[in-house]
């Protein structure tokens, strides 16, 4: 779908991008995080043509001469004409996209229901809410039916409904595009994505399937909630079995091992034997959020 290579990008003295190089895969959903100042949105520039690259290239795999008629972008703070109503603007982007009227009428139509603004599409967008003109930039990015879809903190501006509501639409929309998006929220990309691409002071620091990822870096643990005090055990399963990871939160002990079956094998003999008074176990994996801090703390 699109390739770079080595891609670099300065503002006055500050590195914004420094030797980038990834391909994103057609039809797969790529969460790009990585901490304040890590070049997120000044790569998402250049994808988008808004910024070209000082060095490195870009390339798009398609036929169309101009590849930006492919590509559908929301910046992180998109900018609408006040005084035009929703429906104004989504058919005036239409138009720019060199669909018909008629085309423009019915594709606007189509978007505000997609996104939830049908019943605001005759008001004002000077009125909106910031979520009210983030679901508008969502349905102005996709009005040309792009195949590359690049989204710069999408659910920034939304509360928790409206978040939970373009999470659903966007997965729903990943089924017919590509899609590369920037976020902080970890939990949202770990339900959405398929690849991650971490970022730091301007450089890729790990690009790869969520899978492998986890493969790599996760770390399986048991929760065990407890009645009332668990300390002397706690000691002695920290004496007996160093190479676990133990750690207290209020009553509750998370034990985080290498291997699922031996943490859960090893773990329920000893509460057996011990008769604890446990009120839950629960197993888990780590988070998206964990490896992030992970990665960034071996950077």
Same mark, same amino acid.
């Given at each position: 779908?699109?390739?770079?290579?080595?891609?670099?990008?300065?503002?006055?003295?500050?590195?914004?991008?420094?030797?980038v190089s990834f391909s994103l895969k057609t039809g797969k959903t790529t969460a790009l995080v990585g901490p304040n100042g890590a070049g997120k949105t000044s790569l998402l520039n250049m994808l988008s043509g808004l910024a070209a690259p000082d060095s490195g290239s870009i390339h798009y795999d398609t036929a169309k001469k101009d590849p930006r008629t492919q590509l559908g972008f929301l910046p992180q703070y998109p900018a609408f004409h006040d005084w035009m109503t929703a429906e104004e603007f989504l058919q005036f982007a239409a138009r720019l996209g060199k669909k018909s009227k008629k085309e423009a009428r019915i594709r606007s139509s189509e978007l505000l229901e997609l996104v939830g603004l049908a019943d605001a599409s005759r008001k004002k967008i000077g009125g909106f809410s910031g979520g009210m003109k983030q679901r508008l930039g969502i349905a102005q990015a996709l009005v040309h039916e792009p195949k590359l879809l690049l989204l710069d903190e999408p659910v920034s501006a939304l509360d928790p409904i409206g978040r939970k509501e373009?999470?659903?639409?966007?997965?729903?929309?990943?089924?017919?595009?590509?899609i590369l998006y920037s976020t902080h929220v970890l939990h949202d990309a770990q339900l959405l994505c398929d690849d991650v691409l971490m970022m730091n002071k301007g450089k890729m620091i790990l690009f790869d399937s969520l899978h492998h990822i986890y493969q790599q870096y996760d770390k399986p643990r048991m929760v065990i909630t407890f009645e009332h005090s668990f300390m002397p055990w706690v000691a002695d399963m920290r004496?007996?079995?160093? #190479?676990?990871?133990?750690? *207290?939160?209020?009553? +509750?002990?998370?034990?985080?091992?290498?291997?699922? #079956?031996?943490?859960?094998? *090893?773990?329920?003999? +000893?509460?057996?034997?011990s008769d604890l008074p446990v009120r839950s176990i629960t197993f888990g994996t780590s988070t998206l959020e964990e490896v992030f801090h992970e990665v960034m703390h071996h950077e």
């Open positions: 779908m699109i390739t770079l290579h080595k891609v670099a990008k300065k503002y006055g003295q500050v590195k914004a991008v420094t030797d373009i999470m659903i639409l966007l997965n729903e929309l990943k089924e017919r595009m590509t004496q007996r079995y160093s #190479g676990w990871e133990i750690q *207290i939160k209020g009553n +509750e002990v998370e034990v985080i091992g290498s291997n699922l #079956g031996d943490l859960r094998r *090893i773990l329920l003999d +000893e509460i057996s034997r």
